[in-house]
């Protein structure tokens, strides 16, 4: 995994399989692991987390049956393609601080807001 980290907090309530099991879904679902990205073994991430390999195995189980990993025997465990139903859109807050970042650099080359929307409309036309 590209740096992504998973953390367990055995003092939750929530058992630590169904923690790994959600925060690879939302770092799969937000495209943070991308299709195609290998995860460590069951043994690999137990001992990271220092957890039992049972309880990796049964959140990459559970991912599997969800269809967000694969795993096939010598080439690993990988994100499978999102089903379509899960594929979310850009994030909202991503594209607004985009589109700050434009519109500031538009005024500060001394662009009037009618010529930024201008040039937006011209951008999503073309």
Do not use: C, K, N, W
């Not at 690879?24 to 987390?49: H, M, S, W």
């Amino acid at each position: 995994m590209s740096g992504e980290a998973v953390r367990v907090d055995t003092d939750s309530p929530v058992p630590p399989y169904e923690q790994i099991r959600a925060q690879l879904a939302a770092l799969i679902t937000t495209g943070r692991l991308p299709e195609g990205e290998r995860l460590p073994t069951v043994r690999q991430l137990a001992a990271d987390l220092g957890l039992a390999a049972g309880t990796v195995a049964r959140a990459y189980r559970e991912l599997e049956a969800a269809s967000l990993i694969h795993t096939r025997r010598g080439a690993g465990t990988r994100v499978a393609p999102l089903p379509a139903e899960l594929r979310q859109g850009p994030d909202p807050a991503e594209l607004a601080r985009l589109a700050r970042r434009f519109v500031a650099q538009a005024r500060a080359a001394g662009a009037a807001d009618t010529v930024v929307e201008a040039a937006v409309r011209e951008a999503l036309e073309g």
